[in-house]
C-alpha cells in the first residue's frame, strides 16, 4: 500500500510563512486527486487545498485562500503547500492526502493518508 510522507511543519510566527511538502513513496502510484487538510484540537478535520495533476485545478478553503498555495512538486505524486500570512487560528495537524480517482475535495473522498505534520503559529 502507498505511503504518503509529509514533512516541513514547525513552528512560525503570527504573519510568517512555512512551507509543507507530501510525497507518495511509490512512484508507480496514480494520486488523480492530491489534498491538504488540517485538524485542530477538538475540531473536526477541514479542507486546506486540493490540486489535481490532469488540469492543474485547485480548490481552496475560504479561511485560506489568498494566503495558502498548493503546487505540485517536481517529481510524480509529489504535493506542496506554500503557506503565507499565517495566523494563530492556521494551528493545526495538517495532513496529506491522495486517491487515486477524481473526488472532491472534502476529507471523507481520500483514501490514502499521510501520518500529519504539526504547524505551530504564535501571536
Known amino acids: 500500500r502507498v505511503q504518503l510522507v509529509e514533512s516541513g511543519g514547525g513552528s512560525a510566527q503570527d504573519g510568517g510563512s512555512l512551507r509543507l511538502s507530501c510525497a507518495a513513496s511509490?512512484?508507480?502510484?496514480?494520486?488523480?486527486?492530491m489534498g491538504w487538510f488540517r485538524q485542530a484540537p477538538g475540531k473536526e478535520r477541514e479542507k486546506v487545498a486540493c490540486?489535481?495533476?490532469?488540469?492543474?485545478?485547485?480548490y481552496y478553503g475560504d479561511s485560506v485562500k489568498g494566503r495558502f498555495t498548493i503546487s505540485q512538486g517536481n517529481a510524480k505524486n509529489t504535493v506542496n503547500l506554500q503557506m503565507n500570512s499565517l495566523k494563530p487560528e492556521d494551528t493545526a495537524t495538517y495532513y496529506c492526502?491522495?486517491?487515486?480517482?477524481?473526488?472532491?475535495?472534502?476529507?471523507?473522498?481520500?483514501?490514502?493518508w499521510g501520518q500529519g505534520t504539526q504547524v505551530i503559529v504564535s501571536s
Open positions: 490540486f489535481y495533476p490532469s488540469d492543474g485545478g485547485t
Open positions: 492526502a491522495t486517491s487515486s480517482a477524481l473526488v472532491g475535495c472534502r476529507p471523507e473522498n481520500f483514501g490514502t
Open positions: 511509490d512512484p508507480l502510484y496514480d494520486a488523480v486527486s
